[in-house]
């Protein structure tokens, strides 16, 4: 069983900075494709970008040049440097990752942006 959990979300203004992160209970980001998703209050979840296990990285339009994704595959950890910050980025941010067949997600964590 594949455990996802995410931290360091938090309040923060207009142009500022967070960086949240993935911890997985084992070393499955090194051979998956992982995922960070958002979601707003009354919006779908949306893709936010992705990492492959050869370090590969998409994002969407509204995030790229503002947010990274990075790993740490001795932490088992992912990470997502969300920079810049608009109030339009306020959302749970999730991450989640395709293992052996099933997707697993994370319990989110909350990111609201003040203007």
């Known amino acids: 069983q594949v455990q996802l959990v995410e931290s360091g979300g938090g309040l923060v203004q207009a142009g500022g900075s967070l960086r949240l992160s993935c911890a997985a209970s084992?070393?499955?980001?090194?051979?998956?494709?992982m995922g960070w998703y958002r979601q707003a209050l009354g919006k779908q979840r949306e893709l936010v970008g992705t990492?492959?296990?050869?370090?590969?990285?998409n994002y969407a339009d509204s995030v790229k040049g503002r947010f990274t994704i990075s790993r740490d595959n001795a932490k088992n950890t992912v990470y997502l440097l969300l920079n810049s910050l608009k109030p339009e980025d306020t959302a749970i941010y999730y991450c989640?990752?395709?293992?052996?067949?099933?997707?697993?997600w994370g319990q989110g964590t909350q990111v609201t942006v003040s203007s």
């Open positions: 084992g070393s499955i980001f090194s051979r998956n494709v």
């Open positions: 990492m492959t296990s050869s370090f590969s990285t």
């Open positions: 989640n990752v395709m293992h052996m067949g099933q997707l697993y």
